[in-house]
């Protein structure tokens, strides 16, 4: 009885220490297509060229442009909005709380400090 009591506990506190990923915040400032790749056709005629968003994220100290690295049904980041962001298995997971929890992998293709800590803004 004891040893099922305590095998309870423990599971139950480790349950209860698992936290929540630690996300940092940063800025959705601008989105940006680009050619990424060509669409596989069964004739051998010119295939057409593949159209991806580039989006770019502003955190505290760093922007990102980063591209969704599935291109079957792409969300659409609303921009100028706050979006969570963390780096898991060399990905970089965001998700943006306005539009919903979800969390979608992107593949980082740039990385750069921000100069003179000063934020970009978006083009009009």
């Given at each position: 009885m004891k040893v099922r009591t305590l095998a309870v506990c423990l599971l139950f506190a480790s349950a209860c220490s698992a936290k929540e990923h630690d996300y940092q915040t940063a800025?959705?400032?601008?989105?940006?297509?680009?050619?990424?790749?060509?669409?596989?056709?069964?004739?051998?005629?010119?295939?057409?060229?593949?159209?991806?968003?580039?989006?770019?994220?502003?955190?505290?100290?760093?922007?990102?442009?980063?591209r969704r690295n599935e291109d079957r049904h792409p969300a659409l980041l609303p921009i100028g909005e706050t979006a969570q962001f963390r780096i898991a298995k060399g990905k970089l997971v965001v998700r943006v709380p306005e539009l919903d929890r979800k969390e979608r992998e992107y593949d980082v293709i740039s990385i750069a400090p921000l100069e003179n800590e000063r934020p970009i803004t978006a083009s009009k």
């Open positions: 800025t959705i400032v601008r989105v940006d297509s680009s050619a990424c790749g060509t669409q596989e056709k069964a004739s051998k005629s010119l295939a057409p060229e593949l159209v991806c968003q580039e989006y770019v994220l502003q955190s505290f100290h760093v922007i990102f442009r980063i």
